[in-house]
């Protein structure tokens, strides 16, 4: 069971922002016509959410046929947005998407099914294997098939565990230390509660232009993709390539009930394909990959260019400290239903190349330092947004204290600054956006099942008047200022 709070306030005359777009410090009440300019600038008291939900599993532990696990989950947490433009009643939306724009409310109890499962073994000329069935999830890797986590202030496993759910089957061959899986069912599953029939997860895939147009709109939250993602069917390999390495490949065919043109044509499906090596050797360890996402009409191929990414981490560890650097190449096109990160309040960032690189100190047993950056330019592809003259940086630097194993600390620091380009062609005249968030956060254990956490996130955005920069789509305000206290009680039965 988890009751959570969510306390968003104004500062300054300004609505605040979250690090997924959503502006706190909004009167209910006071939505007027739907606009976001037509609300009133309040404190925590006046913009309060308090949202529930409780989970019951049901499991077997056979050792001899088949066994079945199920999770039942009750609550207000999942709910869809009222309309364009409107600040109606939105809690989380679902399980995968960002809602920038949307402030926090409740919506009405609905009740859904996370997984409803029964897997057996057996086998087939002398192979064996293992099978799946009902309600499954699964993933595997950010840039192929992982769903994001868009809950940055709500920790739970449901909603954190980045494995896409969907009705069909996962079957397992076993090959020794070699897994070959075969996947594949309905997504964007609907729930049917007190509210009607929300979407729990919808998947997405298969972009058809750049992240934005300079100029007119900046990227927020998870960029809008041209498919939404009703059936999909994939396989994967996990091969040993060493005693200390992994290969894995994967295939995935994601297909949608409905078209969508892209120019001439009608697209209705989406391959996305890639993998990753992983080697470790003593404290040493490198990881790298490369994905692609073809949008296609039928058969017949529509974007197969611009549309890839490759990434590449080194990482040392010694006793009380490690170090990572990294690079990573984002085409503008690229779409797949993954996972990589944000930069600010853009998720999933695209048509992005540059490095990456964090360090982390043990000062002590019960204090850690950490600090991290990230320097990109556009790749200047020829359907890319960002040039190699524009430059995005994102900072942090955290401090996390712990007692024994009941109480713990965090203190967070986040900055992601643009430096853009002026366009002559285009009239666009470039400059420097900021956003900064301070992040401060409490743990405590009351029991073995029970916990308390509390955090308190302060924003600071300013569009510095570049145009198209402005936090929100449907707002003139052109900085953002307040902030988000959260509460969340989490208890286990």
């Excluded at 049901?58 to 709910?79: E, I, P, Q, R, Y």
Aim: aromatic fraction near 12%; hydrophobic fraction near 35%.
């Amino acid at each position: 069971m988890d009751l959570l709070t969510l306390g968003g306030y104004s500062s300054k005359g300004d609505f605040g922002i979250s690090v997924d777009g959503r502006p706190t410090g909004v009167g209910r009440g006071s939505y007027g016509a739907g606009f976001l300019d037509n609300a009133a600038r309040v404190g925590a008291s006046r913009d309060l959410s308090i949202l529930q939900e409780t989970g019951i599993t049901l499991s077997t532990n056979n050792t001899d046929g088949a066994n079945f696990k199920g999770t039942v989950v009750a609550g207000n947490m999942v709910g869809g947005p009222a309309g364009a433009n409107s600040l109606g009643n939105l809690t989380f939306g679902d399980q995968s998407r960002a809602f920038p724009g949307s402030p926090f409310s409740e919506s009405q109890t609905s009740i859904y099914l996370q997984d409803f499962a029964i897997t057996f073994d057996s086998s087939l000329a002398g192979i064996p294997f293992n099978t799946e069935m009902g309600r499954v999830g699964y993933a595997i890797n950010p840039y192929i098939f992982q769903r994001p986590d868009n809950t940055p202030y709500f920790v739970n496993d449901r909603w954190d565990g980045g494995q896409w759910n969907f009705d069909g089957a996962i079957v397992t061959l076993d090959y020794g230390a070699t897994k070959l899986k075969f996947f594949g069912g309905r997504n964007n599953l609907s729930q049917a509660g007190t509210t009607g029939s929300i979407p729990l997860q919808t998947m997405q895939a298969g972009a058809e232009s750049g992240p934005f147009t300079v100029g007119v709109n900046r990227p927020r939250g998870i960029t809008p993709d041209l498919l939404t993602v009703d059936q999909s069917l994939g396989t994967s390999l996990d091969v040993p390539i060493t005693r200390a390495g992994t290969l894995n490949l994967a295939y995935l065919w994601l297909s949608a009930d409905s078209t969508q043109a892209v120019g001439a044509s009608q697209a209705n499906n989406v391959r996305v394909y890639g993998g990753d090596l992983k080697l470790s050797a003593n404290d040493i360890s490198i990881e790298g990959g490369y994905s692609r996402s073809d949008l296609m009409g039928n058969n017949k191929s529509l974007i197969t260019q611009d549309n890839d990414a490759f990434w590449v981490n080194v990482n040392k560890d010694w006793k009380r400290y490690g170090a990572k650097a990294g690079y990573r190449y984002i085409a503008p096109q690229f779409s797949a239903p993954g996972d990589w990160g944000r930069i600010g309040i853009w998720w999933n960032p695209t048509d992005i190349k540059g490095f990456t690189g964090d360090v982390h100190y043990d000062l002590s047993q019960a204090l850690k330092l950490t600090a991290g950056g990230e320097f990109y330019t556009g790749t200047g592809k020829p359907s890319s947004t960002l040039s190699p003259d524009d430059k995005i940086q994102r900072y942090v630097i955290g401090l996390d204290y712990s007692v024994g194993k009941r109480y713990d600390v965090t203190l967070g620091y986040e900055e992601a600054r643009w430096d853009l380009a002026d366009r002559s062609t285009i009239s666009f005249a470039g400059g420097s956006p900021v956003e900064r968030w301070v992040n401060l956060g409490f743990g405590m254990n009351l029991s073995a099942a029970t916990k308390l956490r509390f955090m308190w996130q302060v924003s600071d955005y300013d569009s510095d008047g570049v145009t198209g920069f402005s936090p929100f789509l449907d707002s003139s305000s052109t900085t953002a200022r307040g902030g988000l206290i959260t509460t969340q009680l989490s208890v286990k039965f």
